[in-house]
């Protein structure tokens, strides 16, 4: 009798992944795919990164995590995987095949699942440690050479966000060559680990010399075709930050879905209470821009996801400022964390049912694990929604809210 259980839960497994590559294939994504998608997505960044390789310290507690993906029934695992700075743990034979194998055991369970890597707007001088592969010329169309990556090739002459982001750490300039060829790098590693979405991070900061999005839009189009040939259904998720609304070329949009951060609005005479507002600093709400979308349907406003952003503290933590994109001298997702369970658990459901109310064309990432920043020398506290329990005792008890909230 097990055995015939297994057979028959593998059978309704393989009817489940070909009905969705009725909808998900080397052409694009559906409309009802895409929002199948967006509805259930959450934010666990660098779930697919083991110890000790996380940017932002330890990360434990993966076995409770796989379990609260089935039990919530997530889809879409946001910023999976991804490097800001430390490039050359990219070397590293265990760093990539501890995420694969994370990768495939979600998958025995629900082959369905997702998972976006982070391909973000910093590079660090750690890249010369790393030979280019022949692979990433030829995405590119260019003549293989031997030898390592060039960090100064890939930034503005004009020296413009060069230490960005600390001393020999930049942005990346998309119009140097040698910035498309390690964005192509960073594109098809992940892509080639099973990653089928990928999140480009501040495409306005990398496009600083590209207003017209010409190159971004040549690049892109070399992703896609590498995407059709190294990603499990020929095709790869793209979104990234636009402030703008949109990646629009001619009609046209680059992106299969946009993202931003949910831009939340204090209330000074209420300490650490926020709402959310339409027309708010830069809110992406009822902005997202109709166009024609990579998979070739038409929309008068291209579906988004809005997430808990995380950007650091302010010099004025717990102080109220509505012309800052801090709430209360706070990131997003630090705020959040720091909010007492119930209140937190509230303000979850109420952004939820505000997206859904004032823009049906957005959805709300969950926020199942992102580092959080609380100042007084505290470093590596990561916001875990994960129902607490002695699998995760940090868990911080949103997992049930984000289930009932789906169930409905």
């Not at 057979?7 to 795919?33: K, P, V």
């Not at 990539?96 to 976006?116: G, M, T, Y």
């Not at 709402?275 to 070739?296: H, K, N």
Request: proline share 5%; net charge positive; with cysteine.
């Amino acid at each position: 009798m097990v055995r015939t259980n297994k057979i028959i839960m593998l059978f309704l497994l393989f009817l489940s992944f070909n009905g969705m590559a009725q909808e998900f294939d080397s052409t694009g994504i559906s409309r009802e795919r895409l929002k199948f998608y967006l509805k259930r997505a959450v934010t666990m960044a660098e779930f697919l990164t083991v110890d000790p390789y996380g940017n932002d310290g330890p990360y434990p507690y993966k076995k409770d995590d796989v379990r609260l993906i089935h039990n919530i029934g997530a889809k879409f695992i946001g910023r999976a995987i991804y490097r800001w700075g430390n490039e050359a743990t990219l070397a590293k034979p265990e760093f990539l095949n501890k995420a694969r194998d994370l990768i495939r055991e979600v998958h025995s369970k629900d082959p369905e699942v997702i998972f976006q890597a982070a391909v973000f707007e910093a590079v660090s001088g750690q890249v010369n440690q790393l030979p280019v592969p022949a692979w990433a010329f030829a995405a590119l169309g260019r003549q293989a050479e031997t030898r390592n990556f060039r960090y100064e090739d890939m930034l503005d002459i004009n020296g413009k966000f060069v230490n960005q982001w600390g001393k020999g750490s930049s942005v990346p300039d998309i119009t140097r060559p040698e910035a498309q060829l390690w964005l192509m790098y960073l594109c098809g590693v992940y892509m080639n680990l099973g990653c089928e979405a990928l999140h480009l991070g501040q495409i306005g900061l990398m496009g600083m010399n590209d207003p017209g999005l010409r190159v971004w839009n040549t690049f892109i189009h070399k992703v896609r075709d590498y995407a059709r040939l190294h990603t499990p259904r020929n095709w790869v998720l793209l979104d990234a930050h636009t402030p703008q609304g949109g990646m629009v070329v001619d009609g046209k949009s680059m992106l299969d879905f946009n993202s931003f951060p949910l831009r939340i609005k204090e209330i000074p005479a209420k300490p650490m209470e926020g709402v959310l507002e339409v027309g708010y600093l830069d809110a992406i709400f009822q902005r997202s821009m109709g166009c024609i979308t990579p998979s070739g349907w038409k929309c008068a406003a291209l579906p988004y996801l809005v997430e808990f952003d995380n950007f650091g503290i302010s010099q004025k933590p717990g102080v109220a400022d509505t012309a800052s994109h801090f709430i209360w001298g706070y990131d997003e997702i630090s705020w959040f964390y720091l909010l007492p369970e119930k209140k937190r658990n509230d303000w979850l459901r109420y952004a939820y049912h505000w997206v859904a109310e004032n823009d049906r064309t957005g959805w709300l990432q969950m926020p199942i694990s992102r580092i959080v920043t609380l100042g007084n020398g505290i470093h590596g506290t990561r916001n875990r929604g994960n129902t607490r329990s002695a699998d995760c005792p940090v868990g911080i008890n949103v997992e049930k809210t984000v289930k009932a909230l789906w169930r409905e």
